[in-house]
């Protein structure tokens, strides 16, 4: 069974921020890996969301690693499942909103 993936605005706005970042600082190769990334823990989600652990962070949340730097937070509802945010994982995870 397939579940339908949304996006939550944070969760775009910082996908956003990421790819603007990534193209301003580090080479397009960077970016398109990145990007495959992405895409790939998507379709995992998109598969067999149970596979990731649950979030320490907040009840009801599930923790996807991108990148060792990056790590992607949602929630599965029904036959959905809702991307919250993506976070740096190197920055305080007091910082975390979700």
Not at 15 to 37: A, C, G, H, R, S
Not at 38 to 64: A, E, I, T, Y
Not at 77 to 91: A, P, S
């Amino acid at each position: 069974m397939e579940y339908q993936i949304t996006i939550s605005k944070r969760a775009e706005k910082r996908i956003d921020d990421i790819f603007e970042y990534l193209e301003q600082k580090w080479p397009n190769k960077v970016k398109e890996d990145f990007k495959i990334k992405l895409l790939k823990q998507v379709d995992f989600l998109r598969q067999n969301p149970h596979m990731f652990p649950v979030s320490q962070v907040k009840d009801g949340l599930r923790k996807c690693l991108i990148t060792k730097h990056n790590a992607l937070y949602y929630r599965i509802k029904e036959q959905e499942v809702e991307i919250i945010t993506i976070h740096d994982t190197r920055q305080n995870p007091k910082t975390l909103i979700l």
